[in-house]
């Protein structure tokens, strides 16, 4: 067996797989944030591009918190509630509908029901 491919097979994939795919999620996680704009947005990508390692380590050490309230897609908490508030009335509104057309019993209206209130 050659013993430098399997210590150079394991380099690879115990610390340079992990290595990039820490850096990658670093930059997706920069675009995906929406609290952070223009110039500073450049400035953490050309730090994360130019020092692969310390602009990573230094931009998951210091990165600034989401405000309060917001989400890191940008729809705030509350809104994203009303939308799923939403979406449980139409659904209801759909059962109510079956059940009153004799499409579903009303064990299965209530077993739909009792599940869609409970998620």
Aim: without cysteine.
């Amino acid at each position: 067996m050659n013993w430098d491919v399997f210590w150079a097979v394991l380099f690879v994939m115990f610390v340079m797989v992990p290595l990039f795919m820490i850096w990658a999620f670093a930059i997706v996680d920069l675009f995906q944030r929406t609290d952070l704009r223009g110039w500073v947005k450049v400035l953490w990508l050309l730090g994360i591009l130019i020092f692969p390692i310390l602009g990573t380590l230094v931009y998951y050490l210091v990165r600034p918190p989401l405000p309060a309230g917001a989400s890191k897609y940008g729809m705030a908490d509350t809104e994203y509630e009303r939308a799923q508030a939403g979406y449980v009335v139409d659904k209801l509104t759909e059962l109510t509908a079956l059940r009153d057309r004799g499409a579903i019993s009303p064990d299965e209206y209530e077993q739909q029901r009792s599940r869609l209130l409970s998620a």
